[in-house]
Every structure is written in structure tokens, then in C-alpha cells.
T-cell receptor, first 112, second 113 residues
Framework: AQSVTQPDIHITVSEGASLELRCNYS??????LFWYVQSPGQGLQLLLK??????LVQGIKGFEAEFKRSQSSFNLRKPSVHWSDAAEYFC??????????FGKGTHLIIQP | NAGVTQTPKFQVLKTGQSMTLQCAQD?????MYWYRQDPGMGLRLIYY???????DKGEVPNGYNVSRLNKREFSLRLESAAPSQTSVYFC????????????FGPGTRLTVT
């Protein structure tokens, strides 16, 4: 069965600084990978996805992620964070028809 | 086009009571899912339906039942609610069976006392 690890439960970043959120997955074949963001009290919004092809994928709100098969990683990056980026971020992998497997999430705090 | 809708938004139950969470999508999607979200646990799959007329267990199905009433609707039933079922419940759907982004509803916050 597939699994996802997000090693950082909380991350604090100053506004304007760069951001990298880590995600490691375990899956036997080529994975379908996703990053979702959840603002407090809200549902989940897709930031970006990787299915195949270019290993650097661009998403909404200035986010990007890089798929590295050799490291089983799919880290999320943003060059300069804004206060509105404060939220919970979830990495997820899809291994087939039985839905997504999510990491436990990383809570992003933005310092002014 | 409302996407995925869930009712109710909030619910408080007493232990032992039953209730049904409703989910509907208007995107003509084939597959639908129910997840629960608990602090520090991410989202965990309860049940899913890969197509109309089929349902399958996910990671945490105990204490729940589901019905795929038609292509649009996928309901989640708690027959005898327990405090351990206090959670936020999300419904999601995708056009096919896999390799698509999931579209999530706004969630139902359930408290069992």
C-alpha cells in the first residue's frame, strides 16, 4: 500500500522569504502526486499535480513542486511567501481507484 | 454549477444516535469518496464508489455505511454514533476512476457527545 510522509508538522517562515515543504512517498509504480492547501475552516484546494512528463510542475498561487523519483520526494516550493499563504498543506499520492492517501499535513505560519 | 455539495455543514449528535451525511455532485463524475479529517492525521478514506452501484471500503470503514443512490449522490450513514466519530467529513469526486484531481466538498463538522 502507498504512504506519504510529511516530516514537518509546523513550519514558520517570514513574509517574503522562500518556502520548501517536504513530502516523501512510498509506492511501487509511477505515482500520481498532489499538493492541496486548506485554509482554516475551509475545504481542500488543489495547488498542483504530477502525473507524468516534466518533473517540475507549476501550480496556482506561485507554487511549484519537483518530482524526484530517486529520492521518492515531491517537495513544494514558493520563492516568496505572503501572509495569505498561512494554511495547512497536504501532500497526497494516488495509487489506483481507491482514492488518495494523504500525509498528515504541514502547518505553515507566516511571520510578519 | 455548484461542484460538490455537502449537507449539513455542522451537526451535534449524542452517543448512539444515527444520522446520514449527504453528498451530491453536478459534474457527472463517476467516482465519489468519503474522507474523515482528524487533527494531526490528515485525511483518511472511509468508503469510496468507483461507479454507480458499487461501493468499497477504505482505510477506516468501521462504524459507517454508504449508499451510492445514483450517479450524483453518495451518502454516509452513522448507525450508532460514537465520540470517536467526532471529525470533519469531506466528500470528493473525480471524472473517471483514477489519475484525476479530486474535487472536494466544503465538509461537515460532526461532534458526538
Amino acid at each position: 500500500a502507498q504512504s506519504v510522509t510529511q516530516p514537518d508538522i509546523h513550519i514558520t517562515v517570514s513574509e517574503g522569504a522562500s518556502l520548501e515543504l517536504r513530502c516523501n512517498y512510498s509506492y511501487g509504480a509511477t505515482p500520481y502526486l498532489f499538493w492541496y492547501v486548506q485554509s482554516p475552516g475551509q475545504g481542500l484546494q488543489l495547488l498542483l499535480k504530477y502525473f507524468s512528463g516534466d518533473t517540475l510542475v507549476q501550480g496556482i498561487k506561485g507554487f511549484e513542486a519537483e518530482f524526484k523519483r530517486s529520492q521518492s520526494s515531491f517537495n513544494l516550493r514558493k520563492p516568496s511567501v505572503h501572509w495569505s499563504d498561512a494554511a495547512e498543506y497536504f501532500c497526497a499520492v494516488e495509487g489506483g481507484a481507491d482514492g488518495l492517501t494523504f500525509g498528515k499535513g504541514t502547518h505553515l505560519i507566516i511571520q510578519p | 454549477n455548484a461542484g460538490v455539495t455537502q449537507t449539513p455543514k455542522f451537526q451535534v449528535l449524542k452517543t448512539g444516535q444515527s444520522m446520514t451525511l449527504q453528498c451530491a455532485q453536478d459534474m457527472n463524475h463517476n467516482s465519489m469518496y468519503w474522507y474523515r479529517q482528524d487533527p494531526g492525521m490528515g485525511l483518511r478514506l472511509i468508503y469510496y464508489s468507483a461507479s454507480e452501484g458499487t461501493t468499497d471500503k477504505g482505510e477506516v470503514p468501521n462504524g459507517y455505511n454508504v449508499s451510492r443512490l445514483n450517479k450524483r449522490e453518495f451518502s454516509l450513514r452513522l448507525e450508532s454514533a460514537a465520540p470517536s466519530q467526532t471529525s470533519v467529513y469531506f466528500c470528493a469526486s473525480i471524472p473517471g476512476q483514477w489519475a484525476y484531481e479530486q474535487y472536494f466538498g466544503p465538509g461537515t463538522r460532526l461532534t458526538v457527545t
